[in-house]
């Protein structure tokens, strides 16, 4: 059976909001460690092949003590295209270093995942 953790949800509205797993209150409300990482979906290269001036929002929750996607949120036009990436991470327990390895095609929407994580690893590089 599915995990209901990992059932991705779909509101086809204007915009579209998209998300599978925990959202960062429900993560903390469980007990996890986790950071959030935001994403201006309109800085995505991708986004000016969608429209011009488009507009939307990308979040992804990780657990900083295993360092895998507990969630990901996207709100934008489109956006539930970017779901099922999401979920495959959430439901494999995805470790986020090997998210890097699966390298977005350019210029696409995909490309939120480059950026979400390399904010993730800028906020959690050792300082000094």
Not at 12 to 34: D, I, K, N, Q, W
Not at 48 to 59: E, K, Q, S, T, V
């Amino acid at each position: 059976t599915a995990d209901s953790a990992a059932v991705p949800q779909v509101v086809f509205g204007e915009p579209e909001a998209a998300s599978v797993g925990l959202t960062t209150a429900e993560a903390e409300r469980l007990g996890y460690r986790v950071r959030a990482v935001d994403q201006d979906l309109g800085a995505v290269a991708g986004a000016g092949l969608y429209a011009d001036h488009y507009r939307g929002r990308a979040r992804m929750v990780v657990d900083l003590d295993r360092e895998v996607l507990l969630g990901a949120t996207f709100v934008g036009p489109g956006v539930a295209e970017l779901l099922h990436s999401a979920t495959v991470a959430v439901a494999g327990e995805v470790p986020v270093d090997r998210l890097w390895h699966a390298v977005p095609a350019f210029p696409t929407m995909s490309e939120v995942w480059l950026r979400l994580l390399q904010k993730y690893r800028q906020g959690t590089a050792p300082r000094g």
